[in-house]
């Protein structure tokens, strides 16, 4: 039986006994020290020269790094160790000697030459670190999903109609016919609730985004909700509770790996509902205010919203965004129909939109208009609009991206730190 390294660091058993990858090595006379990754976690740990013999202790000291070793020893604790302890080391076996040079040693390899080398790069203790953070966050999310009374559902990623508008559809050729992968799961989703009520979907979307930015992606992965009998204001209580369940619970469970990447846990868990909220309007107005150029009625862009996000320190919603810059299905604002209920949830520090959302219109004929004004053919719809004939109801759902929302938490640069084999215009390898 084997411990595993995340478990030492919590309990400072004696005797140990571990197995992993060295991920860095050094030797000083008669000391040779390597750090040990098992997927749980690293550690140092110590060999000195008299525990083993002359030939095998210089034979050890010209191995590569990324060799596997099974390593017995007495575990203490130390202070001078990035980890706090360390194994000083009894026996050691060697499982795999590795070849020479392994491509990712240096501190200061390009960002291009690392996704070219993403298959090495996720051994990386910040990858490392942004993944385990990623596993626990989407944990979380079915978490309260579940606390919720929500019922996970899929749907698939071939599809025949745009949800989100057609310009950044990828086209695929199905038997010779012509199909798409999806944007968004929404239309299914707004089917699901007639049988299950309350559900999600966490399933890739695509996007075929054709510029350079650091939030966009062309796969990504999309946690979409949908909730009958629901309003607007019921659609931002599950965002907002959402945000602060995941923030606040990350923040208790991970808060040294929380650390290490920047980020400070105790500003995490101060973030409770309600967030605060602002509409259309009002963001024109601040944004004219800080000298942008922008007039009512123009879609507000990341760099817009990045102006905006200056303005506050935790998440905050944007709502009632104009007709003409929202997809068809959002329903309009009985109190000014040439807007729509509909709410992004930006975050701070520049980050900006992590989830769009929106009521939906549950009319047959509000529905049938829209899509005329908007210039579209219902008989593409027709399955999507028919809902409306049996038993539909008021409701809402919406979309957060995951790599959006491990990009503020874990305070990442760029959206490719957040996925381990990104996906962008010019990259399908690794
Ligand atoms: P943006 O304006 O940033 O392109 P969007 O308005 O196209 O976003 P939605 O269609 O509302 O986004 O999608 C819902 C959520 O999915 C967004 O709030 C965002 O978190 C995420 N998302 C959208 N497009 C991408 C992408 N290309 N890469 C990563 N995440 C994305
Ligand atoms: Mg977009």
Redesign the pocket.
């Known amino acids: 039986m084997f411990d595993s390294i995340s478990e030492l660091l919590n309990q400072n058993k004696r005797k140990v006994k571990i197995r992993g990858w060295i991920s860095k090595k050094r030797s000083s006379g008669g000391i040779q020290f390597f750090e040990i990754r098992d997927g749980t976690g690293f550690i140092q740990t110590t060999l000195k020269k008299d525990k083993v013999d002359e030939n095998f202790f210089k034979e050890l000291d010209l191995m590569n790094i990324e060799s596997v070793v099974e390593i017995e020893g007495e575990l203490k604790e130390e202070k001078r160790s990035k980890y706090g302890f360390e194994i000083i080391i009894d026996k050691l076996k060697v499982l795999h000697k590795a070849d020479v040079d392994f491509p990712i040693q240096k501190s200061d390899h390009g960002p291009e030459y690392l996704m070219d080398n993403r298959h090495f790069y996720l051994r990386d203790r910040k990858m490392f670190l942004i993944t385990k953070i990623r596993a626990k966050i989407l944990q979380l999310i079915r978490k309260y999903f579940d606390n919720e009374g929500f019922t996970e559902v899929h749907v698939p990623s071939i599809v025949n109609n745009a949800v ?1 508008g057609g310009s950044n559809l990828f086209k695929i050729d199905y038997f010779g016919n012509s199909a798409y992968l999806t ?2 799961w929404q239309f299914y989703g707004e089917a699901y609730i007639n049988s299950v009520g309350k559900c999600f979907t966490l399933a890739p ?1 695509f ?1 075929a ?1 054709n510029s350079r930015t650091r ?4 796969e ?1 992965w ?1 946690l979409e909700a949908e909730m009958p009998f629901c309003n607007l204001e019921c659609l931002i209580k599950n965002e907002e509770d959402l945000i602060s369940f995941v923030c606040n619970e990350i923040a208790n469970d991970m808060p040294n790996e929380l650390k290490e990447l920047g980020r400070d846990p105790e500003y995490l868990k101060k973030i409770k509902a309600p967030l605060p909220r602002i509409n259309y309007n009002e963001a024109i107005k601040i944004l004219k205010n800080d000298g942008v150029k922008i007039d009512y009625g123009e879609d507000i ?2 760099d817009e919203e990045k102006i905006l996000t200056k303005h506050y320190n935790i998440p905050f919603f944007l709502t009632h965004f104009p007709k003409t810059i929202k997809p068809f299905y959002h329903k309009e604002d009985m109190k000014n129909p040439k807007l729509t209920l509909s709410v ?1 949830m930006l975050a701070p520090e520049g980050y ?5 959302s929106g009521q939906r219109i549950d009319d047959y004929d509000e529905m049938l208009r829209r899509l005329k004004e908007e210039k579209l053919n219902p008989k593409d719809y027709q399955w999507y609009i028919d809902m409306r004939k049996w038993g539909n109801v008021p409701h809402a759902g919406f ?3 995951i ?2 929302i491990i990009m503020w938490i874990c305070k990442l640069e760029h ?1 490719r730190e957040s996925i381990a084999f990104p996906r962008f215009v010019n990259r399908t390898t690794p």
């Open positions: 989100e944007q968004s979307s996007r985004e939030r966009h992606l062309t990504y999309h862009g990341a992004d900006g939109e992590i989830i769009g979309g957060l991206g790599e959006r959206i």
